[in-house]
């Protein structure tokens, strides 16, 4: 089984796409190469695939990443399943993942959700996608300054606390309340039991 992402940029018609597109190319290109791992098409939506143990920590990087850009937000839909055919390109490969990723979008645009989860198992997509609507309440209210430092913690998760108040010259209290503030504690537990939930499919 793989982890599909398909997502969307949440007013992307406001602001420089030349910014958030460097910095999220750069991003999934920490994960794979394009356009076999990942692509961006249609001006502001994007595919990537990646292993399901890692796909809440990827989901929470590319949130924060987009949601430290100015009036940005991201929708994001998670298909786990199976891939059936693996092209050069992943706009063209096939499977349930790609599925079950694909059609969910679709959906989240109607609901007004910005993320959700899709399996072939009903009793895990309710589990995980009210755990998803509740913590989402949270990552869609981050600041621009919670999601630089969120970002951080999750791209480099040896990274101390004194490291972040240099990197972004403020005190280490600071970064310090603003973990708090984002509940990262928390959130390093909500992935603990989202790969948990994941592996008993």
């Not at 076999?36 to 590319?62: M, P, S």
């Not at 992943?90 to 679709?106: C, D, M």
């Not at 993320?115 to 309710?126: E, G, L, P, Q, R």
């Amino acid at each position: 089984m793989i982890a599909v992402i398909t997502g969307d940029i949440i007013n992307s018609q406001h602001a420089e796409t030349e910014v958030w597109i460097t910095k999220l190319k750069n991003l999934l290109e920490n994960w794979g190469s394009a356009p076999h791992t990942w692509e961006i098409y249609r001006g502001d939506e994007f595919q990537f695939k990646c292993n399901i143990d890692d796909v809440f920590w990827r989901f929470l990087a590319i949130k924060s990443l987009i949601k430290s850009q100015e009036n940005l937000d991201v929708r994001i839909a998670i298909g786990i399943g199976e891939e059936n055919f693996s092209s050069e390109k992943i706009t063209e490969s096939n499977g349930t993942a790609y599925v079950h990723s694909g059609r969910l979008l679709n959906d989240l645009k109607n609901d007004g959700h910005t993320v959700a989860i899709k399996t072939s198992n009903d009793s895990v997509n309710k589990d995980l996608n009210i755990l998803l609507k509740w913590s989402s309440k949270d990552f869609d209210n981050w600041t621009m300054a919670t999601s630089e430092i969120i970002h951080e913690m999750i791209m480099n998760q040896d990274i101390t606390q004194e490291d972040l108040a240099k990197r972004f010259n403020i005190s280490q209290s600071s970064v310090s309340q603003r973990l708090k503030r984002a509940n990262y504690e928390l959130i390093v537990e909500t992935n603990q039991y989202f790969r948990k939930k994941i592996s008993e499919l």
